[in-house]
C-alpha cells in the first residue's frame, strides 16, 4: 500500500456520506464491530435513520453467508477459506451492501439456481417461499444458505446482483451487492443502481493487490473513532507479535484518527477523512488522508520536513518543548501527535499534500509500524 492508494480510493467516495470495506477475516467480534460502526454512521445521516434496522439485519445475513463458506471444507481445513470482503456506503439517499466469500467450484450451479429463483419472484411470492423453505425445511447443507437469499430479497425489496470471478481451480468468489432505498428514493427512480457491483470488485481487487485490510470514509468526529480502534485491536490479538509492538501499533493509530478528528477540514458540520490499515513484510502500514485548509499547509510542511530531518534525542526535546506549549495560550503544543508517531518508527513520516481547490488541499500522511 503506497501513500498515493490513499486518495486513489478518496477521490472515488468522496460523494459518499459514508463508506466502510474490510478485507481479511471475519469472527463473531469483527462482524460486531462492523455492524457497530455501520450503525454509527447511519444514526448520524438524518436521511439513513429509517434505515437503520433493515440494514443492520441485513449486514448480519451478509456476514453469516461469509462465515457460513468459511469453514472445513470437505473435511480440509483451507488457511484462506474464512477470508472474505465487505463493502456498505450510501450514496445520495440510497444504501449498498456488498459481501464477497469463496465458494467451492462445484456448488455454484445450485446457488445460481438459488439466485435466479429469488430474483424471478415479487414480494408475495418470496414471502410464500420463505414460508414453504421453513414448513419443508429444504435449506442448503450449510445450515440455511437459501433461507438468507429468500430474506435479504425479502427485506431490501431489490432484486439481488452477483457475480462469480475465478479465484483457484477449486474455488470461486462470489459477491452478492444488496441494494437498500428509501420510499423516496423508490418512488423518484426505479432506473438501476449507479453504483455497479464491477465497482465494488474493483475496490476489492485494489484492497487485496495492495493488503488492505480496512478502509473506513465518513465522519471523524471524537465518537466515530471508537468503533474503528476496536476492530483494529481484535486484529492486532491474531498477530504473531509481541505486546510492545501491538501497543506501539495502536497508540500510533489512535494519534492519527485523532489527528483527522482535531485538524481536518470541517464541511457541512462534518469532518470528511479516510483511514487506511494494510500489511507488508510484517509490518502495518497506515495512510490517513483529511482535507485541511490551504491557510495552514505551508506550516504543516514545515513541521513535517522538520521532523523527518531530526535524530531520536532531537525528536524527544522537540515532543517535551510542545508538552511545555500546551499550557500556552494559542499555542497549545500544535503538532505534538505528529511528532510522537515519528519518535515511535523507524522510517519517516511520509506524506502528500494535493490542492483540490482555492480553500482546501488533501492530506495524505503514510507510516510504516
Known amino acids: 500500500m503506497n501513500i498515493d492508494t490513499t486518495f486513489w480510493f478518496f477521490d472515488r467516495i468522496s460523494e459518499d456520506n459514508l463508506c466502510l470495506l474490510y478485507n481479511g477475516s471475519f469472527s463473531d467480534e469483527i462482524t460486531n464491530k462492523l455492524i457497530e460502526l455501520s450503525e454509527y454512521n447511519i444514526l448520524n445521516n438524518a436521511s439513513l435513520t429509517k434505515m437503520k434496522k433493515k440494514a443492520s439485519f441485513l449486514m448480519a445475513e451478509c456476514f453469516q453467508n461469509i462465515v457460513r463458506h468459511g469453514e472445513i471444507i470437505d ?184 489527528n483527522i478528528s482535531k485538524h481536518c477540514y470541517v464541511e457541512n458540520g462534518k469532518k470528511e477523512g479516510i483511514f487506511m490499515i494494510g500489511e507488508s513484510d510484517g509490518c502495518f502500514i497506515i495512510n490517513t488522508g483529511n482535507l485541511i485548509q490551504n491557510e495552514y499547509v505551508d506550516d504543516l510542511k514545515d513541521l513535517l520536513d522538520q521532523i523527518n530531518n531530526l535524530n531520536g534525542k532531537e525528536l524527544k526535546d522537540l515532543y517535551l518543548d510542545k508538552l511545555r506549549e500546551r499550557n500556552i495560550p494559542k499555542k497549545e503544543g500544535a503538532g505534538i501527535g505528529l511528532i510522537d508517531i515519528a519518535r515511535r518508527i523507524i522510517s519517516p513520516v511520509n506524506y502528500s499534500i494535493i490542492r483540490i481547490d482555492s480553500k482546501k488541499s488533501f492530506l495524505t500522511i503514510n507510516v510504516i509500524a
Open 75 to 258: 473435511g480440509e481445513e483451507i488457511d484462506y477459506v474464512d477470508e472474505g470482503f465487505f463493502l456498505t456506503k450510501n450514496w445520495q439517499g440510497i444504501y449498498y451492501i456488498t459481501s464477497g466469500n469463496l465458494v467451492e467450484k462445484h456448488k455454484i450451479p445450485e446457488l445460481k439456481r438459488q439466485l435466479e429463483k429469488v430474483n424471478s419472484l415479487s414480494k408475495e411470492e418470496l414471502k410464500q417461499l420463505y414460508r414453504d423453505v421453513l414448513a419443508n425445511q429444504e435449506i442448503s447443507e450449510k445450515g440455511g444458505a437459501g433461507l438468507g437469499l429468500i430474506e435479504m430479497a425479502r427485506k431490501s425489496g431489490q432484486k439481488l446482483d452477483y457475480f462469480f470471478q475465478d479465484f483457484d481451480d477449486k474455488f470461486s468468489f462470489f459477491y452478492n451487492q444488496i441494494v437498500l432505498k428509501s420510499m423516496e428514493e423508490v418512488f423518484q427512480n426505479n432506473e438501476e443502481s449507479p453504483f455497479e457491483l464491477k465497482e465494488a470488485i474493483e475496490y476489492h481487487q485494489k484492497m487485496t493487490d495492495s493488503n488492505i485490510l480496512i478502509i473506513h470514509k465518513g465522519d471523524f468526529s471524537q465518537d466515530a473513532i471508537f468503533p474503528v480502534l476496536n476492530i483494529i485491536e481484535e486484529n492486532l490479538q491474531k498477530e504473531k507479535k509481541d505486546e510492545v509492538s501491538k501497543k506501539k501499533v495502536f497508540h500510533i493509530l489512535v494519534e492519527l484518527l485523532q
